[in-house]
C-alpha cells in the first residue's frame, strides 16, 4: 500500500558476503610474506608427494579436470536406459 509506514522503503537489508567472497578475501592476505593461498598449495603438494591419495586426486581433479566417463548400452539395455531417463 502506497503511504503505508511499515513498509521498508531502503529495501531489503543486505545479506553478508557469499563463503566463497569471504575465503578469497582470506586466501588473498599475505602471511609470513606469502599469500596463503600459496602457503596452501604448498602444504597440499607436500601431503601429495608423500603419498596422501586425496592430495592427489584433488590436485589432479583440479588441474587435469576429472576424467570423463562414458556408458557403453547394447541391446535392450538402449531401451531400458531410454524408458528410464524419459521416466525420470
Known sequence: MKGDE???KS?????GAALTEILNSKMDAVKDGKLRREIIAERLLTLAE???????KYIFDRTDGRPKESVELTGGAIDSKLREILNG
Open 6 to 8: 511499515r513498509i521498508n
Open 50 to 56: 608423500s603419498g596422501d591419495f586425496n592430495a592427489l
Open 11 to 15: 529495501g531489503r537489508p543486505a545479506k
